[in-house]
């Protein structure tokens, strides 16, 4: 069984930091490109920040210079880092496996991130 389990969300002033993880089973964590995103009310989900099973990063226009993803196949977790936190970034983050050689693709329930002002 395929498991994404996120955490680390929670209320934050606006400017603060916050670290979310993602611990996954089930599913060859090294081969997974792992990516994290957001949906925020009444909006589409949109990408946050993609690393590639060789340690390539790529993040959104919106995450360049205030957040970091990483991650540690020994632990079978990936990161997000997050600084200089906005209220715009309130969303609900969400983990992503995919694999395409195998068209495998998971998502993790979700952990909120709120921003106040």
């Known amino acids: 069984q395929v498991q994404l389990v996120e955490s680390g969300g929670g209320l934050v002033q606006a400017g603060g930091s916050l670290r979310l993880s993602c611990v996954a089973s089930?599913?060859?964590?090294?081969?997974?490109?792992m990516g994290w995103y957001r949906q925020a009310p009444g909006k589409q989900r949109e990408l946050v920040a993609i690393?590639?099973?060789?340690?390539?990063?790529n993040y959104a226009d919106s995450a360049k210079g205030r957040v970091t993803i990483s991650r540690d196949n020994a632990k079978n977790t990936v990161y997000l880092e997050m600084n200089s936190l906005k209220p715009e970034d309130t969303a609900v983050y969400y983990c992503?496996?995919?694999?395409?050689?195998?068209?495998?693709?998971?998502w993790g329930q979700g952990t909120q991130v709120t921003v106040s002002s």
């Open positions: 089930g599913i060859s964590f090294s081969f997974n490109d």
């Open positions: 992503n496996a995919n694999r395409p050689a195998r068209r495998s693709n998971y």
């Open positions: 690393i590639s099973r060789s340690g390539t990063t």
